[in-house]
């Protein structure tokens, strides 16, 4: 079982449509969630980041943690063109000290 | 501008000629890591570091090098590299080791 799965997509949604971004994780003991956006030939950028259970909004973005059932996901609203890209969840895996990343998912919003 | 600056961006090379790539950052960053990131495996990590002199390593770490003099740089050091060493780099720096991390822009490298 990997650490962090992620399903690769691509995932294709029309502009102006929800984006719905799925993530699961092995390590119960787990604290800290991250989602960062990769453009084809750049670098990640953090986007999101969630500590709790629940709902983090920021903008189009909500990050969504459900600790129990080890998932977290990313929806984005109202998704447009720019918003294709790579999304990467990362997890903070025993302690501070390791970040593991999902292989990310492809995301593609049409005109 | 916070940023965190690698180089040289692309390079080619042979096997077994040691090479270095450097990092640094300008954002007084604690905590800096090197990953690397191959098609269908995601970014991995190699070696990260805590602080000045303290470094350990990471999922990746065979055939790579790296040192910690100061707090702005990282370097990645490949002393004999390989063909399988060929991929993309990046270092990254958080303030206190959070997931948070600021990405360089990356370095492309292949072994020939």
């Known amino acids: 079982q990997k650490e962090v799965e992620q399903n690769s997509g691509p995932l294709s949604v029309p502009e102006g449509a929800i984006a719905s971004l799925n993530c699961t994780y092995s390590d119960r003991g787990s604290q800290s969630f991250f989602w960062y956006r990769q453009y084809s030939g750049k670098s990640p950028e953090l986007i999101m980041s969630i500590y709790s259970n629940g709902d983090k909004e920021d903008g189009r973005f909500t990050a969504q943690l459900n600790k129990a059932s080890q998932y977290v996901s990313l929806l984005i609203r109202d998704s447009q063109p720019s918003d294709s890209a790579t999304y990467l969840c990362?997890?903070?895996?025993?302690?501070?000290?390791?970040?593991?990343f999902g292989t990310g998912t492809r995301l593609l919003v049409s005109p | 501008e916070a940023q965190v600056t690698q180089n040289p961006r692309y390079l080619i090379t042979v096997t077994g000629k040691k090479l270095t790539v450097t990092c640094s950052q300008n954002?007084?960053?604690?905590?800096m890591s090197w990953y690397r990131q191959d098609p269908g495996l995601g970014l991995r990590q190699i070696y990260y570091?805590?602080?000045?002199?303290?470094?350990d390593k990471g999922d990746v770490p065979e055939g790579y090098k790296v040192s910690r003099k100061e707090k702005r740089n990282f370097p990645l050091i490949l002393e004999s590299p390989s063909p399988n060493q060929t991929s993309l780099y990046f270092c990254?720096?958080?303030?206190?080791?959070?997931?948070?991390?600021?990405f360089g822009p990356g370095t492309r490298l292949t072994v020939l």
């Open positions: 990254a720096s958080s303030l206190s080791g959070s997931g948070e991390q600021f």
């Open positions: 990362a997890v903070n895996m025993r302690g501070f000290q390791k970040l593991v």
């Open positions: 570091s805590m602080n000045v002199e303290v470094t």
């Open positions: 954002m007084n960053h604690e905590y």
